[in-house]
């Protein structure tokens, strides 16, 4: 019986690869599938479980952001497969670098079968914006996911509300002051885009009761228990 693969068994393969290389990996930022920082350096890849047009369309697009894109497929089974050498030559020709991981090995591995021709750092708008939210993200969520993305944005607002469930009420300067949330709190406290948070008197606020559902019914999900954690060092040490 033929396996169903999955793109999401592409990425732990991807990442483990680029980690032992010092790069910090996450999934799904700013709509690529993987995006890994550096130093200065940005690489994206974009995953597939065949190799399309669709892949290298996709692949270019990223090329505003960095020089440094990769496609990246399952392993042919042939190593002269004419399919695959047509279509390394194609991304070489849009000078893309080709990832390729071997689904059909017990041992699943990726390897860098050549790099983007393109080799200049970009420090553009979408350069920053996609190392900004890496930077922000301390949980990763896998590349390929149709699961709903942590982004730094939303990780922001479950730090503040995993410290509201045991703490409210607070206002913002303590939140930052005392359990180092960022200057951006105040925003997110008035916008209250999720709905979790609700007034407990001038200027303070705690946990309404979405946001205790949402912490209730998530409890076994890593990055609350990752910020629930997080809070109780920062209390215990007060």
């Not at 920053?128 to 939303?154: F, L, P, S």
Request: glycine share 6%.
């Amino acid at each position: 019986m033929k396996t169903a693969y999955k793109e999401t068994d592409l990425y732990d393969p991807i990442r483990r690869l680029l980690t032992e290389q010092g790069f910090t990996v996450r999934g799904e930022v700013k709509g690529c599938d993987i995006a890994a920082v550096k130093d200065d350096a940005l690489w994206i890849i974009e995953m597939k479980l065949t190799a399309s047009l669709k892949l290298i369309f996709q692949a270019m697009a990223r090329q505003d952001a960095t020089d440094w894109v990769f496609a990246a497929i399952p392993r042919p089974q042939k190593a002269r497969d004419k399919h695959y050498i047509q279509y390394a030559r194609l991304l070489k020709r849009a000078g893309i670098g080709l990832i390729t991981v071997s689904l059909d090995s017990p041992m699943r591995l990726a390897e860098i079968m050549h790099f983007p021709t393109g080799k200049d750092v970009k420090t553009n708008k979408k350069t920053a914006q996609i190392k900004k939210e890496i930077a922000g993200r301390a949980i990763d969520t896998r590349g390929g996911t149709k699961a709903k993305v942590n982004t730094a944005y939303r990780e922001k607002c479950i730090r503040i509300a995993a410290i509201l469930e045991e703490n409210a009420p607070l206002n913002a300067p303590a939140l930052i002051k005392t359990y180092g949330c960022e200057g951006d709190t105040y925003t997110i406290l008035r916008t209250n885009f999720y709905g979790w948070y609700e007034k407990a008197g001038r200027g303070l606020y705690a946990l309404s009761g979405k946001g205790i559902e949402f912490l209730q019914e998530n409890e076994t999900q890593s990055l609350i228990i990752y910020y629930r954690m997080k809070a109780k060092i920062i209390e215990n040490a007060l």
